[in-house]
């Protein structure tokens, strides 16, 4: 631990102890507890052997989640595949404006565009088991990693996953009591600057917004008041920088009630949510 500690602090690496002990926990099939009941107990060969394939791709610095296949969020874990965006902590904010705004629905329906792996469709019905949600996604595999993680956290009955860019799908009379999505929204020109777990893994569909980072936020504003309830919810997670242009996105698209941004745990803009008149 001490060796991966200081190899993975000379590579970059922002969590090199946390990284080594989720890897190690890995390769031994235990957990990170168990790690320090057992500090003195050397490794088997094939352990070691293990352990050090792990080292070797997070040095590459590969996201510790494709390497486990495991991330977890909203305390549920969930599959994640290569070509599938990983599941991040501030997501959570979405996910609990989504449940603040429907607290006081019965059944409410919602609609996720860009579901990825599930996690914030996944999330929502694991805590209102009376929604009925559905989730797209333009990419197969993400429709596909996102069902096998609905059945795993044990909410397949009430999520439908379907394969279609953004409301292409849907019949025109269809209505929601909440559209949301984790939309690309980091700018063209910035996505090279990202951090190598980013760039070199995450999927470039999931996070180019276009000039301006607002490309596909504009696409769903325009077209979400027609699938919307009257007082319905639109809730977008965005970049730190774009929440005032978001909210006179929102406006501009008719969503015009309750506008307003939420910030993360460290204070920046996180969500941009607004509702329909009525």
């Keep these: 631990m001490q060796w991966t500690t200081a190899y993975f602090t000379r590579k970059g690496i922002q969590t090199p102890r946390l990284d080594g002990e989720v890897l190690l926990a890995h390769a031994l099939n235990t957990d990170r507890l168990?790690?320090?009941?057992?500090?003195?107990?050397?490794?088997?060969?094939?352990?070691?052997?293990?352990?050090?394939?792990?080292?070797?791709?997070?040095?590459?610095?590969?996201?510790?989640?494709?390497?486990?296949?495991?991330?977890?969020?909203?305390?549920?874990?969930?599959?994640?595949?290569?070509?599938?965006?990983?599941?991040?902590?501030?997501?959570?904010?979405?996910?609990?404006?989504?449940?603040?705004?429907?607290?006081?629905?019965?059944?409410?329906?919602?609609?996720?565009?860009?579901?990825?792996?599930?996690?914030?469709?996944?999330?929502?019905?694991?805590?209102?088991?009376?929604?009925?949600?559905?989730?797209?996604?333009?990419?197969?595999?993400?429709?596909?990693?996102?069902?096998?993680?609905?059945?795993?956290?044990?909410?397949?009955?009430?999520?439908?996953?379907?394969?279609?860019?953004?409301?292409?799908?849907?019949?025109?009379?269809?209505?929601?009591?909440?559209?949301?999505?984790?939309?690309?929204?980091?700018?063209?020109?910035?996505i090279p600057t990202l951090e190598p777990e980013i760039v070199n893994f995450e999927p470039v569909r999931a996070l180019d917004g276009g000039e301006d980072g607002l490309h596909v936020i504009r696409q769903i504003a325009h077209e979400a008041g027609a699938f919307l309830n009257a007082g319905g919810w639109l809730i977008l997670e965005i970049g730190d920088e774009q929440g005032d242009l978001a909210k006179e996105i929102l406006a501009g698209a008719g969503i015009t009630e309750n506008i307003q941004v939420l910030p993360d745990l460290a204070g920046r803009p996180r969500v941009v949510e607004g509702r329909t008149p009525g």
């Design 34 to 190: 168990q790690l320090y009941l057992d500090f003195d107990r050397p490794l088997l060969p094939a352990e070691r052997e293990r352990y050090r394939q792990f080292v070797a791709r997070r040095g590459r610095r590969e996201p510790v989640a494709l390497i486990t296949g495991t991330k977890e969020f909203w305390s549920i874990p969930f599959r994640v595949v290569p070509g599938v965006l990983i599941p991040r902590p501030d997501t959570e904010i979405l996910v609990q404006a989504v449940l603040d705004e429907i607290r006081r629905l019965a059944s409410p329906r919602i609609f996720e565009i860009g579901t990825g792996s599930g996690a914030i469709t996944v999330a929502i019905a694991k805590d209102r088991p009376d929604a009925r949600l559905i989730a797209t996604d333009s990419d197969l595999v993400s429709v596909q990693t996102a069902s096998t993680n609905a059945k795993g956290a044990g909410v397949s009955t009430s999520v439908a996953f379907l394969a279609m860019d953004l409301f292409s799908a849907l019949r025109p009379e269809t209505r929601f009591d909440v559209i949301c999505a984790n939309p690309p929204y980091v700018r063209s020109d910035a």
